[in-house]
């Protein structure tokens, strides 16, 4: 097979990396047939997610054609994929048509406010989807871990959301929860990756720093965020995201298989990986599991 005949477009036909060598005439370095093969695999990877991002698109054009509104919150632990799964996400969707939300620290006068006020401003008009890259759970995680809000905000937070997001959907929004979950010691490496890399150095912050350390404190307020905020109407999606193609993939065929959208492709396999996406229940069954070892163990 001539190299420029290697790259698959079908997931299914990505060679591995011992296949891939025996498709070449004269064989390089072992270095050199490393990169290459990484290559090789990114490329066919983007060549699968552009099977499901040409049916966002659709999705885009059906919800602008019935005037319908769309609101995606994509959550997770800091270095758990986010930022690249949106950045797949939207890549050839219609500008016009979507929006990222990613807000900073509120204002002053924003922190008197109503505490969902800011988020409800940047709701989706007719027509329109808005991904939230991070959205008003940082009150559930990040805000009473580094203590930037009070254990009563936290406490009526906790309390209210569920009835907040129940009410957007009784106004017909199509609503999705994403939380996109990493391993410590993958989050690990890539904050390690962060700090030797000056590509991606601008990415660790003094938070980042932290989060290691703090991990078992995110654990629990990840724990009862999932317990008390996945209702019946606003569950949680559970993406396993240690291997960042894979949770993209299947982030996107997440989105897909909310919307009954016009001119869906029905060659297309839609089934999530039921090993990377699963519910909150069994996230909880998991975490559940790993307290009881980790206690069993000290």
């Known amino acids: 097979m001539k190299i420029e005949n290697i790259y698959n477009k079908n997931l299914d036909e990505i ?4 296949a891939f060598v025996d498709t070449l005439n004269n064989e390089p370095n072992n270095d050199f047939l490393k990169d ?12 699968s997610l552009r099977i499901l991002q040409v049916e966002l698109i659709k999705l885009q054009e059906h919800l602008e054609k019935k005037n319908e509104k769309m609101i995606i919150l994509i959550e997770g632990r800091d270095a758990s994929g986010k930022g690249g799964a949106i950045r797949r996400m939207t890549r050839y969707m219609n ?3 979507y929006r990222v939300v990613a807000l900073g620290r509120p204002s002053d006068v924003e922190k008197s406010q109503w505490y969902f006020q800011r988020y409800v401003q940047q709701f989706p008009k007719a027509g329109e989807i808005v991904i939230f890259d991070r959205s008003w759970y940082n009150r559930s ?30 106004h017909g929004i199509h609503f999705l929860k994403i939380y996109f979950s ?6 690990s490496r890539r904050f ?31 724990y009862r965020m999932l317990k008390e905020t996945n209702t019946k109407k606003s569950p949680w999606t559970i993406i396993r995201s240690d291997d960042k193609f894979i949770a993209r993939y299947n982030a996107i065929k997440t989105i897909l298989n909310k919307v009954d959208y016009e001119g869906r492709d029905e060659r297309i396999d839609y089934e999530v990986d ?19 070892l980790k206690s069993e163990n000290r």
């Open 15 to 18: 060679l591995d990396f011992e």
């Open 36 to 47: 290459l093969h990484r290559k090789y695999e990114y490329r066919s990877q983007e060549e």
């Open 95 to 97: 500008e016009k048509h």
């Open 141 to 170: 995680m990040v805000e009473p871990v580094f203590g930037f809000c009070s254990d009563d905000e936290y406490e009526t937070f906790m309390k209210t959301v569920p009835r907040f997001e129940e009410d957007l959907i009784e």
């Open 182 to 187: 990493v391993s410590k010691n993958e989050q």
């Open 192 to 222: 390690e990756e962060r700090e030797e890399n000056p590509l991606k150095h601008w990415k660790l912050s003094e938070i980042d720093l932290q989060m290691q350390e703090r991990w078992d404190e995110f654990t629990a307020k990840k």
């Open 274 to 292: 039921s090993n990377i996406v699963i519910t909150a229940e069994k996230e909880l069954e998991i975490m559940d599991k790993n307290a009881k």
